[in-house]
């Protein structure tokens, strides 16, 4: 280097001049003066490296700066985060959302969330049953109807209601109708044509989508479109019946909770449809990339085709968006177009959901014929296209 800096002419050594020798056989290496007084042009310190050479110059991960080597190169060292798959009290490990959700799962099974009686037949005893959230018994005990000192009242008469949905897990946005049946019956199963105020809640969380209460409500069975209040997540959804004997002004109520999963499913592309069309197609030696992005929770598939033959697939379990690509050889493939399909499959529960379909056409090079090439989206009767030439 100090060679170089003195093989300069002095009329051309400038504030700012670069300068290119070979540090060693084959090796280039450019410097840059960035002294302020052409009279240190000879001191080494004046001159730094000019340009990167495809190096790092600096690096700082968390307040530290890291130090590069002569290549360019960070090491740096990234602990591996155990994530466990059940809960432990000696552990302080993260631990996965399923297991959370498992725990939550049972002690809600557990957890009182009402309470009904029930005159027998004969008449001669009350059922008192505790069930939790979704309506199961928990617990239950039989005692003598119209026993004194407890004040207690047991009716001869209750109130007979039912709800369910068509589908308890959905993709997001799918449709889902709820179902509900509602009856006033007295001890001998008759109905009383007692009508009913029914209310209908739907909430995800602390927030309420949808809550109305129809007044008037006589015996039969209901439909109701919850689709578009539904959100991703579990959502709640509560069929509230309660009457009032028009004589006695004693007021009854019975409640259902049916529970709706919504997940989501999506799959994107950002391939470029006319990459492979501008220069007449692929030729056999290329390996084509095709990216994705595929959107859930749990474990998804994402399934790619060429004329309807499977060629590839990629399983992603981690949840969130996550962006992966297959690599497609034109080798073996015959000359013209061909149509490539892309999908993702996800287990939720005991279904199988699919994402939209993304279609689109390729030119294997070798023809001489026009090409149209077509990009299709297809989700729920929607299509989405985008056309080159």
């Given at each position: 280097?100090a060679?170089?800096?003195?093989a ?5 050594r400038?504030?700012g ?11 280039w ?11 240190s ?19 700082t991960?968390?307040?530290r ?5 002569a290549?360019?190169n960070v ?26 959700a498992?725990?939550l799962s049972?002690?809600?099974a ?10 027998s ?14 309506g199961?018994?928990?617990a239950?005990a ?5 026993g004194?000192?407890?004040?207690g ?12 949905v068509?589908k ?5 946005g799918?449709v889902v ?8 019956r ?10 009913a105020a ?5 909430k995800?969380g ?19 479109d ?8 579990t ?11 028009p004589?006695t002004?004693?007021?009854?109520r019975?409640?259902?909770y ?9 799959l994107s592309t950002?391939y ?7 220069s007449?197609?692929y030729?056999s ?10 959107s859930?929770?749990g ?9 309807g033959t499977q ?31 892309m999908v ?14 993304i279609?689109?056409?390729f030119?294997?090079a070798?023809?001489?014929?026009p ?15 985008q056309?080159?030439?």
């Open positions: 280097m060679t170089a800096i003195k300069v002419e002095e009329k051309k400038v504030r001049c670069c300068i290119t020798f070979e540090e060693s056989q084959g090796k290496r450019t410097k840059q003066f960035i002294g302020t007084n052409i009279d042009w000879a001191q080494e310190a004046s001159w730094e490296d000019f340009g990167g050479a495809g190096t790092i110059k600096s690096l991960v968390n307040g700066k890291q130090t590069a080597d290549e360019g090491s740096l060292t990234i602990d591996n985060i155990d994530v466990d798959e059940s809960l432990d009290a000696d552990s302080s490990n993260p631990v996965q959302n399923k297991a959370v498992t725990k049972e002690v809600e557990g957890t009182v969330f009402g309470m009904t009686a029930e005159l037949d004969d008449a001669n005893t009350v059922r008192l049953a505790l069930t939790n959230k979704s199961t018994e928990i239950s039989d005692i003598p109807a119209g004194g000192g407890g004040g009242d047991s009716s001869a008469t209750k109130i007979v209601l039912t709800a369910g068509d308890t897990t959905i993709k997001e799918d109708k709820l179902t509900y049946t509602y009856d006033h007295n001890t001998d199963g008759e109905s009383t044509g007692q009508k029914i209310q209908i809640m739907v995800r602390a927030t309420t989508t949808y809550n109305e209460t129809v007044k008037e409500t006589g015996k039969g069975t209901y439909t109701l919850l689709t578009k209040y539904l959100l991703l997540g959502n709640d959804i509560y069929v509230i019946a309660t009457t009032t004997d004589t002004g004693k007021a009854q019975k409640q259902c049916v529970p709706v999963k919504s997940v989501t499913l999506s950002g470029n449809l006319a990459s492979g069309l501008s007449g197609g030729s030696s290329e390996m084509v990339s095709v990216p994705f992005s595929v859930g929770s474990t998804k598939t994402v399934f790619l085709y060429v004329d060629r590839n697939t990629e399983t992603i379990t981690r949840s969130g968006t996550t962006n992966g690509s297959f690599n497609l050889s034109m080798s073996g493939l015959s000359v013209g177009r061909h149509t490539v399909q993702a499959e996800m287990e939720a529960d005991t279904l199988t959901l699919k994402s939209e379909s279609y689109f056409d030119l294997k070798g023809g001489n014929s090409f149209i090439g077509l990009m299709i989206t297809h989700q729920t009767a929607e299509y989405r296209r056309g080159n030439i």
